[in-house]
């Protein structure tokens, strides 16, 4: 933990956004994790994307559940709103305020226990409803704040940092997302900014729910020798996918690739994502293949990284339930409960 | 591709910490500054007195060149007031007795001539004696202190302070020959010394040859800004007209339209010949001349002194405008107006002052160029005559009190090699440094939670009592308080980031949490464009990239020293005490051993 506050002195060229801004206007407070934890890298890459995209703070909601994930959203975008909630219950929380204003921009924030052990239920079922969120993971293959014990996406293989065996397989996160539906599922790796800020800013343009699982080493708990989630693991055994350009709707960077060696997917908003190719057969739009690369090259014992899958034409939730494109809270109190009267009106309509 | 920075070479960080790199004594200023807030002032004061030797009298007039580069103007507006802190702890020091040098009662037996009482001279005497020489100053003022005495007026230095730090030398018993100007070096050398120092300053004041300068009616109301403030000094002029004409730009003119408004000045005007913007003086200087009221005419190149009823009637002007050439060169050229004629009772001439060897016989060995200055040896400090060394003002012409300090301690050293038959180019090395600064998890020695407060002002007197006499002190120098605060402010420049590479674990914990993104981790590449493809591009090439050897991802850490806030924030982040924060050390050498660390520890 750090005690002193962070200097309010800045570069003076640091450059400036759209809105004026500069990075640090971004930033919250000074974190309190670990020095070294993966997590506060993503903590950076969030804000990064954030400033990139010129998104005013006040049109941002952040939420997360519990954990040392969990409270990273305390380190970034001060002036948004927020929801700290229960253990795993984050998805809910998302559904209502999504739900009540659909106007905001909704960023999730959990952990690998928050979402696949106590959480994993609200997960399913926020993907099968495609809640408009973007959902981060923060994966560290251990529950961080209580102290080092397995989560359920470490590997069967993997050791704990006393050398005892992870009796149990993992549970993936992202294979688990195209199977129930999401849209859009990344993968990424805390260390690795250059593909996990496109990767966040493509999330955040994404209608309908985005997952990027970030690999994030605990270096106090799962940053050893015999951890499959820890710095020097992920960097030997990192297989990218991809690499991913996020093209605002104003620029066309296209000339940037050669023909045929990229893949230009095209967003509702009119923002447009161009992947470049390493795999040459590799199009995230085909959701088998997706799904048969991530099975083929665990078994292989290596991650996959970059955008997996993604679905241009699902439907978020809103769209599915027809629901007022006027945010619940910009609604009149008189139209949103017209009273009494008009209840029994309708209960009597059934009788 | 850039190689990996040796932080062994002692220059480095020194660099880094640009206020002690900028001051020519290299005093340790982050040092006394935290020794300040300690309020450990006599320690801040010998820290000081060690490198400087005049901290109550610089603290007042120093022209502070380590204040522009004080790293602070990079990410604010105002640099710290370090000069004015050093004012702080020589008025807050208890006794320094006991930490003055011991001056051996045997003496080595050799002697050393000091020509010239001011600040050079002394300085060599401070740094001699203690080894047992015999040193004489021969001075032609009644007083030791040269122009610290005789130019600075005492409403900005008074007397008292002048005399306790020159006394303080001359108290270690050093031969006193005071009103005995020296008319021949011939004779001094004739005395057999075993060295001799020429510290006799730049005392010859420029004169302005237009017409009516020696015209019988006004010669007696024109006055050489120099000479003019030597005779106020030792008070046998107390008085001036009320209408008064300063001509110059530099701080001299301003010290002597500030002096005329307290000794009966009512109109007291500065002229200058360039635009003001090009004015020699500090622009501290120049604020404190025009909140006194005294108006800075700019562009007015004087023609002539109008004589009228057969008294000096002012001083006509031909007023100028500035052209630059494409190379940025200035010409001055007549603005073709009507001229101005300045009315006026006096007139001081305050435009510039020169060295100057009319008693140096010219056939003895001492060689001077084309321009009448002596040849000396950059480094050594020696003239052509082996015996013989110059230093401040004499050797190269005007520059300021600190340069005479520098120079007195370097020519020290080289009297001291000359007399015991050492090469004068073997100078001592200075000690250097470099001490880790944790304490525990996140505790550091050193304060590191800087204060975003702006520069505090320093309490003046009130205006019309500073006015009433020239020996009231117009500042009144930071209390305790003031300076505490003002210390806060204080960027720890010698608390240096030191990168371990083996230790590395590349996670960007330090990247993420550094305030002004100076920390990379990146390609290697040639200095030119690495420099360019930084986070924030490190286009200021004055300061140093630190570069790591490569890391295990095959990249390398590059650091922009320039915009660091010595936070220690990055240490406090780094998992592994990759980075770490060291205290580095910097003691100039001296020709005594060090007692700095004793200070400070
Ligand atoms: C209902 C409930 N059950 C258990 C806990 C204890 N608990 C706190 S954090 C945590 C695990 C967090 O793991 P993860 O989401 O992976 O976060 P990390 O700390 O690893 O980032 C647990 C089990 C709790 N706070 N609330
Ligand atoms: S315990 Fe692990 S997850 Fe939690 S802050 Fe420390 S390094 Fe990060
Ligand atoms: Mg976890």
Redesign the pocket.
Do not use: F, M
């Given at each position: 933990m750090t005690f002193i506050k962070k200097p309010i002195f800045r570069h003076p060229s640091l450059p400036k956004n759209d809105l004026g801004l500069t990075y640090r206007d971004y930033e919250g407070l000074v974190s309190t994790l670990c020095a070294g934890c993966g997590?506060d890298s993503i903590t950076a890459s969030i804000v990064q994307s954030c400033y990139d995209l010129s998104l005013p703070a006040h049109k941002i909601a952040k939420l997360s559940?519990?954990?040392?994930?969990?409270?990273t959203t305390n380190y970034f975008l001060n002036q948004s709103h927020g929801f700290n909630t229960?253990?795993?219950r984050m998805p809910s929380v998302a559904t209502g305020a999504n739900l009540a204003n659909r106007d905001l921009i909704y960023i999730g924030v959990?952990?690998?226990?928050?979402?696949a052990?106590?959480g994993l239920g609200q997960y399913c079922h926020a993907i099968r409803r495609q809640l408009n969120v973007t959902y981060i993971v923060?994966?560290?293959g251990?529950?961080?704040?209580?102290k080092g014990?397995f989560?359920a996406t470490n590997d069967k293989k993997s050791k704990n940092k006393k050398g005892a065996d992870n009796p149990f397989g993992a549970i993936d996160l992202a294979l688990m997302a195209i199977e129930l539906g999401a849209g859009f599922v990344a993968r990424s790796f805390s260390g690795d900014k250059e593909q996990l800020v496109p990767l966040i800013k493509k999330a955040i343009a994404y209608n309908g729910f985005s997952l990027i699982d970030v690999i994030?080493p605990?270096v106090t708990f799962n940053n050893h020798p015999h951890s499959t989630k820890s710095y020097d693991y992920i960097r030997e055994h990192n297989t990218a996918m991809g690499e991913l350009d996020f093209v605002p709707e104003k620029e066309n960077i296209q000339a940037k690739y050669s023909e045929g060696e990229s893949v230009d997917v095209t967003l509702h908003d009119g923002n447009s994502i161009n992947l470049q190719k390493l795999d040459g057969n590799y199009d995230p739009r085909d959701q088998d293949k997706a799904v048969s690369i991530l099975r083929k090259y665990r078994g292989e014992g290596k991650v996959v990284t970059g955008l997996l899958y993604i679905n241009e034409d699902a439907n978020e939730m809103h769209e599915t339930l027809k629901t007022s494109t006027t945010p619940l809270n910009a609604i009149p109190m008189n139209d949103l409960c017209p009273g009494i009267d008009e209840l029994d009106k309708l209960n009597k309509s059934y009788t | 591709m850039m190689k990996p920075t040796d932080i062994k070479n002692p220059s480095y960080f020194h660099k880094v910490v640009d206020c002690q790199w900028a001051c020519p004594a290299h005093t340790p200023v982050p040092e006394y500054i935290r020794l300040i807030a300690q309020r450990k002032y006599t320690e801040a004061y010998m820290v000081n007195w060690e490198s400087n030797v005049f901290p109550g009298v610089l603290g007042r007039t120093c022209d502070r060149p380590c204040e522009p580069a004080c790293r602070r103007v990079r990410v604010e507006e105002t640099p710290v007031a370090i000069c004015r802190l050093k004012r702080a702890a020589a008025d807050n020091k208890s006794d320094i007795t006991e930490h003055l040098p011991d001056i051996p009662k045997t003496k080595n037996g050799k002697k050393i001539a000091l020509i010239g009482g001011g600040p050079a001279s002394l300085t060599v005497a401070r740094d001699l004696m203690p080894l047992g020489y015999d040193c004489t100053i021969y001075e032609k003022d009644p007083k030791a202190g040269g122009l610290m005495r005789t130019n600075i007026p005492s409403f900005r230095l008074p007397e008292a302070v002048i005399d306790e730090e020159v006394d303080t030398i001359l108290d270690f018993g050093v031969i006193k020959k005071f009103n005995q100007e020296v008319t021949s070096l011939k004779d001094i050398l004739d005395q057999k010394y075993d060295a001799i120092f020429v510290g006799t300053g730049a005392p010859k004041g420029k004169d302005l040859n237009i017409k009516n300068r020696y015209e019988a009616e006004a010669i007696e109301n024109i006055h050489i800004g120099i000479d003019w403030l030597t005779s106020v000094a030792f008070k046998h002029v107390d008085k001036i007209g009320k209408k008064v004409v300063v001509i110059g730009g530099g701080n001299t003119a301003m010290d002597c339209c500030r002096s005329s408004l307290r000794l009966g000045g009512l109109d007291v005007k500065v002229t200058v010949r360039s635009p003001k913007s090009d004015m020699k003086a500090s622009d501290w200087e120049i604020e404190e001349a025009e909140l006194e009221g005294v108006p800075i005419l700019d562009n007015h190149s004087p023609k002539e002194f109008v004589i009228e009823n057969g008294k000096l009637k002012g001083v006509l002007f031909e007023k100028m405008i500035a052209e630059y050439d494409a190379n940025g060169k200035r010409k001055l050229i007549s603005s073709g107006e009507d001229p101005v004629l300045l009315e006026c009772d006096d007139v001081i001439l305050a435009i510039g002052q020169e060295n100057a060897f009319p008693w140096v016989e010219k056939d003895i060995g001492i060689e001077f160029n084309e321009w009448g200055q002596p040849t000396v040896d950059k480094i050594t400090f020696q003239s052509s005559l082996p015996n013989v060394f110059f230093g401040g003002d004499a050797a190269w012409g005007p520059e300021n009190i600190i340069w005479a300090v520098a120079h007195g301690h370097q020519a020290a050293i080289s009297i001291n090699n000359f007399c015991e038959n050492i090469d004068l180019n073997e100078r001592p090395d200075p000690i250097t440094n470099l001490l880790s600064q944790k304490m525990g998890i996140h505790e550091w020695s050193y304060p590191n939670d800087i204060s975003n407060s702006n520069r505090f002002a320093v309490p003046h007197t009130d205006h019309s009592h500073a006015l009433s006499s020239i020996e009231v002190e117009v500042e009144l120098g930071y209390d305790e308080k003031l300076a505490l605060e003002e210390s806060k402010r204080c960027l720890n420049c010698d608390i240096q980031t030191v990168f371990t590479e083996n230790l590395c674990i590349e996670c960007d914990a330090c990247v993420d949490i550094c305030p002004v993104d100076c920390i990379n981790f990146i390609e290697n590449d040639t200095e030119e464009s690495l420099r360019l493809k930084l986070k924030v591009p490190a286009l200021n090439t004055d300061q140093d990239l630190y570069i790591s050897d490569n890391l295990k991802t095959g990249r390398i850490m590059a650091k922009d020293e320039d915009m660091c806030l010595h936070c220690g924030l990055c240490a406090e982040r780094c998992p592994t005490g990759a980075w770490d924060m060291q205290k580095f050390t910097y003691i100039e050498a001296h020709t005594e051993e060090s007692k700095i660390l004793n200070y400070v520890e």
């Open positions: 997590h559940g519990i954990g040392c994930s969990s409270k229960v253990h795993g959990s952990g690998d226990g928050d979402t052990s106590i923060e994966n560290n251990t529950y961080g704040l209580t014990q989560s994030s605990c | -």
